[in-house]
């Protein structure tokens, strides 16, 4: 069964940088469309940013973009999100997901919404934490 590891969550202050990463046990990231969601206390998850290395698409949410970088590096089966000058708003818990098909990310980039409907396999979550 598919496992998604996050790890890289943290404590930082405004302006500052954190690196989420997200391990699959297995070549998870040549075939799905990848995404990264967050949930903050009594709000919904958001999608903020996706990717697919085979569709070569990627998509951020107007909350992070310019801020936020997504990647994938299939060697090492890892997607990541680099997630620049963040903002006590940035404070959630992160999640990976993947969905079985990387059209699901070419629907993303058509529809400009990231919505967790088709993302089947789920990670355990990281938590960031942005103080003012």
């Known amino acids: 069964q598919e496992q998604l590891v996050e790890s890289g969550g943290g404590s930082v202050q405004a302006g500052g940088s954190l690196r989420l990463s997200c391990v699959t046990s297995k070549s998870t990231l040549n075939i799905a469309c990848m995404g990264w969601f967050r949930q903050a206390p009594g709000k919904e998850r958001e999608g903020v940013a996706s990717l697919s290395l085979v569709g070569n698409t990627t998509y951020y949410s107007d909350s992070v973009k310019g801020r936020f970088t997504v990647s994938g590096d299939s060697a090492k089966n890892t997607l990541y999100l680099q997630m620049n000058n963040l903002s006590p708003e940035d404070t959630a818990v992160y999640y990976c997901?993947?969905?079985?098909?990387?059209?699901?990310?070419?629907?993303?980039?058509?529809?400009?919404?990231?919505?967790?409907?088709?993302?089947?396999?789920w990670g355990q979550g990281t938590q960031v934490s942005v103080s003012s």
């Open positions: 997901a993947a969905a079985p098909s990387f059209l699901t990310c070419v629907h993303v980039m058509t529809t400009h919404f990231l919505g967790p409907t088709h993302f089947k396999t």
